[in-house]
Each structure stands twice: as C-alpha cells, then as structure tokens.
C-alpha cells in the first residue's frame, strides 16, 4: 500500500517515518523547501521526497493521502487529489490507528495550548504515564506508540477536518470566537469542524466545555450529542462540570466532589481560571487526589508566548502574548491588563472584527503600535479611540518605540491578534524576537 504525505513539517514528517515503520510505500511531497533535517531523517529511512514542487506527487498510484493542516482543501494540489477521489486524512487520524492509551483531545479558539500543557502536567503530576503532542509542538504519530496511560493532544480544526475515526475518550472545547475566517466559507462551518472533535464519542465518552461561550451551547442545545457532558463556568453554577465562585473553584464529576481556593495560581486572568477548571475536570474524572490536583495548579507558571512576562525595566513590564492570534485572544490578554498599556498588533489578518476590542482598548490602552505589513484596517478602527498611534516594520523597531512611549508603572503588551507570516516564521518566532529586543534595551 503506498501512502502520499502532502507537507514535510512535524505532522508530514511524524506521519511519513511512522507509515515507514509499519511497511507501507511512502512518498512525501512539499510545495517549498524541505529542512536538511528533515531530508536527512527521510533519506535515512529510505523515504522518496519532493520539494518546492507537487508534480511527482501527481504522477503516483496511491492508495491514500494524508495532509498537513497547513495546507488549504481548496489548494491546487488538494482539488486535483479529489477529482481522483483519493482518501485524504489528517496525521492524527492516520496515527490514532496505532495508539493504545485513552486519548484527551482538547480544542477551541483560545487556550487550548494552556488547557493540554495543563492536563498533562496534572496527570504526569499523579503518576501517570502520559504524552503530550499535536498543534502543541512533536506530532501525534511521533509518540502514538508510547506505552503510556494517556495521550493528551491539541487538536486544531485543520487536523479535525481530515478524521473519520478518530475518538477521544474525553474531549475539551475551551471556547469557539470567529478565527480562521480566511479558510471556512463562514463561522458555522468553522464551529461544524471544531465539533468533530466529538464526532465518534458514544455515551460512555466525555465533553468538557465552556458553558459560558453562546456559541457552544447554541451548537449543543441544536444537536444530538452522544457524549457525557461536563461544563465549566466562571458565571453560573453547574451540577456536573467546574464552576467558579467567591476565588474558589469547584469540580463536580459523578460524586467526586473538589473545591480549592485560586489565590495561589501563578497564572492570573478569567481564561486562565478557566483553563484550570477545564485540566482539573479531566484529573477529577481520573479520581486524581485533590492536593495534587492543587499543588499542580499553584505551581503552573503558563506557556511560552501565553501572558509570558518576559522582563520589567525601569518600572515597566514586558509581556509576550504573540500566541495570541485572534481577536477574541487578545481581548483576554487587554482585559487582564491592571496597568496603562502600550499595545502591539498587528500580522495577517484572519477576517478580524476589531469592534470586539474598543471598549476594552479604551479602557486599559494608552498608545498601539502597529507591527505588519497592512496596518490599515486596525489604525482605520482605532484612529479615534486611543491618542497615539505607530507604525512600524520590524520587532526592533516595535520594541524600541515602545520604550520610548511607556512610562514608570505601565505595561508593554506583545499581543497580536493576527498571524505571524507577514514578518515572521510563525508566532513562535514572533515572540522569541520580541523578547531578544527586549533584552537588549
């Protein structure tokens, strides 16, 4: 059986080298560059490749295809494969094939890097055995044969688009807000895709959810949901789920009954009280002891490029958000501000709706500095809601007038709500290059 890997990134090259393992025919084919890295793991594992080109991929008999996320259903490369109606999968459905632990999937628009680094830590924390993989950083098929109690997996709608089997035995949605508009029709189409995570779930599954997210509950209340569900909610209580009330949260699964105060959480914020509800949901399920369970969560200090306080000089505080790539991400790092802050914005639009932000940038922002190649659309809609407005081309520069504006007491904000790829690898990079020009102020 021969299988074409379209993308030679983490999940081609994860998927390619655990189809090798397992005796199929692998060819893998990438419209840019390849890394030697890559290329050397390829050849080493006698695996044919193309790259900055599709047109060998074309020309094979295959029997099945599985796609980076990366790349559109709409792309040259993909349309072609339909019209010969070849299978096209995603990397976690082809690697779920060879995986024997219980999977914890956990999606949503927002803080679902913080609710899996989170879960995985409360479940290491306990003892158990556990790997952790997907969107997050090592692709699914890289660890899928672990002999390990748990995979716990960020899952990205791309990745969803691509299952059929695929099953979580307890999945997360941390929320669903408007993103990825530049590749769903619409908003329905992209919430359809984050709800396949649920898809294969049967009773005996599980659905931790945001209760407080419209969007979610309007999709839950409209369709037949087989899973058990378990919500999470900072503004009303819940009979099963989490929910939180007078700086204590609350887990109610079944019978086991938590409650622990949040004073002590390194990690500050409404969405990160949330994230907390969600990862300490899963550990209740697994009837994991509440001091550990508490001591996990005080000793979390976050995520790289989440909230990340990256250094205060002369009474100002710099923090990366650069993860934050929506609008509605954004809005949870503004919102969290307790000080005048400079904010930086800007990247690759994905169909943002900045109205969301003006109240909350009225209130905390005191200057915006924009940081992309198109700044229009963001000093059009904030012109006349904060008085000072930059423009700028590179983080250096980002970072330097920044310095110049902010002043004793106040907080520089790396947080984006836009993609990366106008002026950088990606978000990582991104925000790694923001805390280097930090560094050297």
């Known amino acids: 059986m021969t299988i074409l890997i379209l993308g030679a990134g983490e999940s081609g090259l994860g998927s390619a080298l655990l189809a090798k393992k397992n005796n199929y025919n692998v060819f893998i084919s990438d419209a840019g560059d390849i890394l030697d890295s890559t290329k050397e793991k390829l050849i080493n594992s006698s695996i044919n490749f193309e790259e900055n080109s599709h047109e060998k991929a074309k020309t094979l ?13 709409t792309s040259d490369i993909v349309k ?9 999968i995603s990397e976690i459905e082809f690697a779920s094939n060879y995986c024997n632990s219980k999977i914890i999937g956990v999606t949503g628009s927002n803080g679902k890097t913080t609710t899996t680094t989170l879960t995985h830590k409360l479940i290491s924390d306990a003892g158990f055995s556990c790997s952790i993989s997907g969107n997050i950083g090592n692709s699914f098929s890289s660890v899928c044969e672990e002999d390990v109690d748990f995979s716990v997996i960020e899952v990205s709608s791309f990745q969803l688009d691509g299952i059929e089997n695929f ?60 899973s058990r569900l378990l919500p ?32 002590n959480f390194l990690v500050k914020g409404n969405h990160n009280i949330k994230n907390a509800m969600a990862a300490a949901t899963v550990a209740n399920l697994l009837k994991i002891r509440k001091e550990t369970i508490r001591k996990s969560l005080e000793h979390f200090q976050g995520v790289e490029h989440r909230l990340e306080n990256v250094l205060t000089i002369n009474k100002v ?28 914005v800007g990247g690759v639009d994905k169909g943002n709706n900045y109205a969301d932000l003006t109240k909350v940038v009225n209130k905390r922002v005191k200057a915006i500095i924009c ?3 198109n700044n229009l659309k963001i000093m059009d809609h904030f012109e006349n809601v904060v008085e000072y407005i930059v423009e700028v081309k590179s983080m250096d520069e980002a970072v330097n007038a920044a310095y110049k504006i902010s002043s004793s007491g106040d907080c520089v904000l790396l947080s984006p709500a836009c993609a990366s790829f106008d002026l950088f690898d990606d978000f990582e990079d991104r925000g790694r290059q923001f805390k280097t020009a930090v560094r050297k102020l």
């Open 232 to 263: 999470f909610s900072i503004k009303k209580k819940v009979k099963q789920g989490a929910y939180f009330l007078d700086n204590e949260i609350n887990i109610i699964t079944d019978k086991n009954i938590i409650n622990m105060p949040t004073d």
């Open 80 to 88: 072609f494969l339909d019209s010969k109606q070849l299978k096209i």
């Open 317 to 344: 505080k710099y923090i990366n958000d650069s993860k934050a790539t929506n609008v509605n991400a954004t809005y949870y790092a503004l919102e969290s501000m307790e000080s005048p802050t400079v904010w930086i």
């Open 371 to 373: 940081l992309g190649l």
């Open 61 to 73: 008999n295959v029997d099945l295809v599985i796609k980076s996320p990366g790349i559109s259903d």
């Open 167 to 226: 099953k979580p035995h307890i999945a997360i949605i941390t929320s669903i807000t408007p993103d990825h508009l530049d590749r769903y029709k619409n908003f329905e189409a992209y919430v359809d895709s984050k709800f396949k995570i649920i898809k294969n779930q049967s009773h005996d599954d599980y659905l931790i959810y945001d209760f407080d997210c419209e969007t979610i509950n309007k999709y839950i209340k409209t369709k037949k949901i087989k």
